[in-house]
């Protein structure tokens, strides 16, 4: 079994910053591609952006230049530095990662509960 647990979302005003983690736990013997999604109300999941196991970021064209994706792999984290934060950044956020199980011995793809982030005044 394999979780995903992230934290850090909240309410923040137009311009401002936060930070999201995600911390993989379970039978994991390695990680290969992390990422961030996001759902607004109303809306379809969409990308935020993603990370190699290498380092290799990603990211969609409405958070370039705001937003960092980063990863520890020895501690199995993903961070997501938010900056210049936008209303229509408001949405539940996801992160994601293809694990490596021992049982079976394949990539899954396990996501985490979410957390939202609210911008507003």
């Known amino acids: 079994q394999v979780q995903l647990v992230e934290s850090g979302g909240g309410l923040v005003q137009p311009g401002g910053s936060l930070r999201l983690s995600c911390a993989a736990s379970?039978?994991?013997?390695?990680?290969?591609?992390m990422g961030w999604y996001r759902q607004a109300p109303g809306k379809e999941r969409e990308l935020v952006g993603t990370?190699?196991?290498?380092?290799?970021?990603n990211y969609a064209e409405s958070v370039k230049g705001r937003f960092t994706i980063s990863r520890d792999n020895a501690k199995n984290t993903i961070v997501l530095q938010m900056n210049s934060l936008k209303p229509e950044d408001t949405a539940v956020y996801y992160c994601?990662?293809?694990?490596?199980?021992?049982?079976?011995?394949?990539?899954?793809?396990?996501w985490g509960q979410g957390t939202l982030v609210t911008v507003s005044s």
């Open positions: 379970g039978r994991i013997i390695s990680i290969s591609d």
């Open positions: 990370i190699t196991s290498g380092g290799s970021t």
């Open positions: 994601n990662a293809a694990v490596l199980t021992p049982t079976p011995y394949r990539y899954l793809a396990v």
